[in-house]
């Protein structure tokens, strides 16, 4: 299993996070001396639960982001809780669902 660039990218900024450069006293990040490609070397079987988390991590972090007023009033949505006044809900097609609705019930009533 290969990491995609993104994936990548987000694994380097945690190690740098766990073990951050000291440019004062010379000392590189975890992500500038490789450590990325002895994991992917050594710990191949760590792969599969560091790809996951990251999965999660993201996220997290997308639900959380977009949930600050801030980001809110930039992308231009009011700041506020859904309720009571609501949200206007943009139609789309329903007809998109029909290959859910063929499948049926796929949980376990209790």
Do not use: N
Not at 20 to 29: A, C, S, V, W, Y
Not at 61 to 79: H, K, N, S, W
């Amino acid at each position: 299993m290969l990491l995609d660039d993104a994936q990548r990218a987000a694994l380097d900024a945690l190690l740098d996070v766990i073990v951050p450069p000291l440019p004062e006293r010379g000392l590189p990040g975890a992500s500038q001396v490789g450590v990325q490609g002895r994991l992917l070397a050594e710990a191949r079987a760590l792969l599969p639960g560091v790809v996951a988390g990251l999965a999660d991590l993201a996220l997290e972090t997308v639900t959380c982001y977009y949930q600050d007023p801030r980001v809110l009033e930039a992308i231009g949505v009011e700041a506020r809780p859904p309720a009571p006044q609501g949200y206007q809900v943009i139609a789309g097609d329903l007809r998109l669902l029909e290959p859910v609705r063929r499948r049926g019930e796929i949980w376990r009533r209790v």
